[in-house]
């Protein structure tokens, strides 16, 4: 089982739609949870982190934590096309002696205008 | 404001040249990161550096050296470059080993022939 498991995509939605990321992972004692957009060739960017259970809200985007089903979310709202990128899941490993966050392979989403 | 910054940006090398990938960040960030980023597996840690003057092995050392410099620099070697290390290297940095999110370059992506 890998650390971090996101489905790989492409999931593809109308724009205006609401796109839905999932996120499980293996650590149970895991404590921050972080959203990467990354766009074809660039850098991975933070969108959202989140650390408690429940939603936490930023404009469009909202992630969801579940810590006892170990599950994160992204949801867009208002997809755009602009939000056509690869979302990284990434955890940040209970374990202190492994001081690096674990990523996701990445959902590719693609906004259809 | 910079952020983090890699050198070089793009470098094609003969199987067994040798190379050094630059980083430096501007946040006074304690900890830095090395990835490689290959297609369907994600980002996958190679080297950190907890604090200037400590470096540890990731996910996947082998044929790679780094240096911590100071405390904004920390480079990554390739002593004798594979096919196999073709990918995309990106640094990162963090304010400190166990909390907070990634900072990115916009990273450096070597082919090996």
């Known amino acids: 089982q890998k650390e971090v498991e996101q489905n790989s995509g492409p999931l593809s939605v109308p724009e205006g739609a609401i796109a839905s990321l999932n996120c499980t992972y293996s650590?149970?004692?895991?404590?921050?949870f972080f959203w990467y957009r990354q766009y074809s060739g660039k850098s991975p960017e933070l969108i959202m982190s989140?650390?408690?259970?429940g939603d936490k809200e930023d404009g469009r985007f909202t992630a969801q934590l579940n810590k006892a089903s170990q599950y994160v979310s992204l949801l867009i709202r208002d997809s755009q096309p602009s939000d056509s990128a690869t979302y990284l899941c990434?955890?940040?490993?209970?374990?202190?002696?492994?001081?690096?966050?674990?990523f996701g392979s990445g959902t590719r989403l693609q906004v259809q205008p | 404001n910079a952020g983090v910054t890699q050198t070089p940006k793009f470098q094609v090398l003969k199987t067994g040249q040798s190379m050094t990938l630059q980083c430096a960040q501007d946040m006074n960030h304690n900890s830095m990161y090395w990835y490689r980023q290959d297609p369907g597996m994600g980002l996958r840690l190679i080297y950190y550096s907890a604090s200037e003057g400590t470096t540890d092995k990731g996910e996947v050392p082998n044929g790679y050296n780094v240096s911590r410099l100071n405390k904004r620099e920390f480079s990554l070697r390739l002593e004798s470059a594979a096919p196999s290390q073709t990918s995309v290297y990106f640094c990162?940095?963090?304010?400190?080993?166990?909390?907070?999110?990634?900072?990115f370059g916009e990273g450096s992506r070597l082919t090996v022939l």
């Open positions: 990162a940095s963090r304010r400190d080993i166990y909390t907070g999110e990634l900072f």
């Open positions: 989140i650390y408690s259970n």
């Open positions: 650590d149970r004692g895991s404590q921050s």
């Open positions: 990434a955890v940040n490993p209970s374990d202190t002696g492994r001081r690096a966050l674990t």
